[in-house]
């Protein structure tokens, strides 16, 4: 396969046109069978329900080349089933999670000239999405709804790739209690945009919530979740009904324990803490690890002793582990890579 001549190893975390693309349509109560497409572009209803009422979820997930020259992707499975858990708590049809996998497959192969070579820093990157197409007036769910998955190639999420970055304490909330902090609606990232804007304009990378009810427990950002390294070396990662389960950090806890033979927590992680942490770092598909070297707390800047040079050896371990696993280099536990072809 003749790769696209693109500068791989200078891309960053944006869009860029492929090829193909996946559709599907849901109508008269049940999803048709989908097609790639060229075209990319929608035409839907100006009262459409996601225009309306942003009823909208979607999903994030990685093609990888490897060092044998195979392609492929970690954990769609994992992808397909939280969106499944998305579009029941959206009142949005749900896309049966075999076809969503194999419409993962189809949209990496019809694209296999944008995955970017091994070792060249840069992966495919795929986003699996749904939204409310027919018109809603009243405050109601849609009848008629489009599946689509389109694919980028990427860089790293963050400047500078695994340099630390300096996150700040938002006071903004990003999720309620009772709300759609764990599932992957649009809304929750529209709801983000003015308080990642802040954060930028103040020069920060991004933002830590804190639980809505007692700001007291650290949540997550707006697009990862937290892994922090305590002084002897455990693993913990806080637990809330109101952060999305990210399938990086779920498969961090198994390499940190079955791979380093680690000690992991999964428990609530109340912010007076995060002080005496060793290293922090974010997690998920598009920031991969990303550590974080420090947080300013309204006028109060906690350092890690891991610095702001390079990430904390523990940080690095478990990234070689983990990117080792998705590009082929170590064993990957079953089940955890899809090889496309
Ligand atoms: N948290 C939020 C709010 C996200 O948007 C993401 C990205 O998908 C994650 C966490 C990380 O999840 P995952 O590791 O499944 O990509
Ligand atoms: C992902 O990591 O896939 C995400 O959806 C995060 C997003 C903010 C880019």
């Not at 090829?19 to 929608?42: A, E, H, I, M, Y």
């Not at 806080?238 to 680690?262: D, F, H, Q, W």
């Not at 696993?325 to 079953?334: D, K, T």
Request: hydrophobic residues 40%; aromatic residues 10%.
């Amino acid at each position: 396969m003749e790769k696209k001549n693109i500068d791989w190893a200078n891309i960053g975390f944006g869009y860029m046109k492929t090829d193909k693309r996946f559709v599907s349509n849901f109508k008269d109560g049940k999803w048709d069978d989908g097609q790639l497409t060229s075209d990319d572009q929608v035409v839907i209803s100006e009262c459409a329900g996601v225009l309306q009422y942003s009823q909208s979820c979607f999903e994030g997930l990685k093609a990888y080349q490897t060092e044998d020259g195979r392609i492929v992707c970690f954990r769609p499975d994992l992808n397909a089933a939280r969106m499944a858990d998305s579009a029941k708590r959206l009142e949005m049809p749900v896309f049966p999670e075999d076809r969503f996998v194999q419409a993962v497959v189809d949209v990496v192969k019809a694209n296999a000239a944008f995955v970017p070579p091994y070792g060249s820093g840069a992966t495919l990157y795929l986003r699996p999405y749904m939204f409310a197409s027919s018109p809603v007036i009243g405050v109601k769910p849609a009848d008629e709804y489009q599946f689509r998955i389109f694919c980028t190639p990427v860089g790293p999420y963050f400047k500078g790739g695994a340099k630390p970055i300096t996150i700040k304490v938002s006071d903004f909330d990003r999720a309620a209690p009772n709300g759609t902090g764990h599932i992957k609606a649009g809304l929750n990232y529209a709801m983000s945009l003015h308080a990642i804007v802040t954060a930028h304009e103040e020069g920060f990378a991004e933002n830590m919530y804190l639980d809505a009810a007692t700001r007291t427990k650290v949540e997550e950002t707006g697009g990862a979740n937290f892994i922090f390294i305590t002084k002897d070396g455990k693993l913990v990662t806080p637990k809330s009904s109101s952060i999305l389960p990210s399938i990086t950090r779920r498969s961090l806890e198994v390499v940190a324990e079955k791979y380093l033979g680690m000690e992991v927590e999964e428990r609530e992680v109340y912010f007076d803490e995060v002080k005496d942490f060793a290293e922090c770092g974010l997690c998920g598909t598009a920031a991969v690890i990303s550590p974080v070297g420090q947080i300013y707390d309204h006028g109060n800047m906690i350092q890690f002793p891991s610095g702001m040079d390079e990430m904390g050896p523990v940080t690095k371990k478990l990234y070689d582990t983990l990117t080792g696993i998705q590009m082929g280099r170590i064993e990957a536990p079953e089940g955890w890579v899809k090889v496309i072809e």
